[in-house]
């Protein structure tokens, strides 16, 4: 394929997160919003859904174009693409979503933290850059008209074979665009289904593998209900999100009727509502910490099973967890209305603890045998 003319210029490092400018505006909004405040700005998007996104980072080097037609929450071209941003990060790297991002805002913001991006919705804007990575799938439209650069590579991520044989894309049939250079394929799996179907050579590039992550891992096993302190979960997790901290929180409850504070929690990209049933408790051995922040316990199974486990707990200062938690020992007691709540050392300061052996209270023998 025909190779077009590069300037070469020299890649520096990445500018301190402080230099980034981020401009949105937000759903059925005409103003757009202007700041470096990467946090506010991330709360915002992934909780409200901008209709337009971008972020620079102001760096210096080759620019390169990381170019999506439409982005799915979670999926391999997804996680291709935010492990190339983590693995690249004193590259300058533009991200261009020019489509649709269904449920994406978090993947985004992910990798707004370390390269420029641009989330065009209405997919009507020129993108200029050294070089362009195609990272849509050769099924789906691409704008090249409107993506300038020196060189261009179109990623192939499918096993075009196996993907022929279904019957939605069996008369499947491509040919590169009169813009794209080089065809790259993420396997030799790839590469051959590719020359197979279509007879087109391509360069192998394999995907780039990332540690999983190691972000603690919330876990609340409860009723939606005040009494249970939905609301207080609620207030915890904007409360993280505001503070920009990477987690997850798995909530084990019917949020059914919907409430204000359920609704405000399915907001959140961090937390992920589970069914609820007898199993549920199981979930303790992936935990960093079980979360119960009721307004009032008499015992409270989750949390003894917790500890029995091993697994902190953060509680409210109530009666029965100010006897269970031991402040700073096996978990964290907070105030009702949560103004002690130190994110810091909760993310920092994570508590180990013995485990000690509870024996069963031997006044359940004597009760079955009626001796009480």
Known sequence: MPTKKTTKQTTKTVMKRQTVKISYRMPYQTETITTNNYNEAAYLVTHHQASLLEVAHSKKGKRVLV???????????????????????????????????ENAETLIMELARYHDVVLDKENAREYTGDIALIMTPIMANVPFERIHAGKTYQFIHSEVTGLKSLERWKDLEWTPDEHIDEIVTVSKTAQKGLKQEFGLDSVVVANILDEPSKRPVFLS????????????????????????????????????????????????????????????????RAATYLVQLSTAESYCYSAHQAIKAGVPVIG?????????????????????????????????????????????????????????
């Open 67 to 101: 170019c999506m037609t439409y982005l799915n929450n979670i999926g391999g071209i997804e996680t291709a693409m935010l492990n190339l941003a983590k693995t690249y990060q004193d590259e300058n790297l533009c991200f261009v979503i020019n489509g649709h991002a």
């Open 221 to 284: 096993l409860t009723r939606s209900t005040k009494e249970k302190g939905i609301n207080r979960i609620a207030k915890m997790v904007e409360a993280l999100d505001r503070a920009g901290k990477d987690y997850i929180w798995y909530i084990c409850t019917a949020l059914d009727p919907y409430g204000n504070d359920a609704r405000e929690l399915t907001k959140s990209p961090h937390v992920a509502i589970i069914e609820p049933n007898i199993y549920n408790d199981s979930l303790l």
């Open 316 to 372: 409210t200062r109530i009666p029965e967890f100010e006897k269970l938690i031991k402040d700073g020992e096996n978990g964290y007691l907070v105030s009702l209305d949560l103004s002690d709540l130190d994110i810091e050392k909760i993310f920092n300061d994570i508590p180990k603890f013995q485990v000690e052996p509870e024996d069963i209270d031997p006044n359940w023998q004597k009760l079955l045998n009626g001796e009480l």
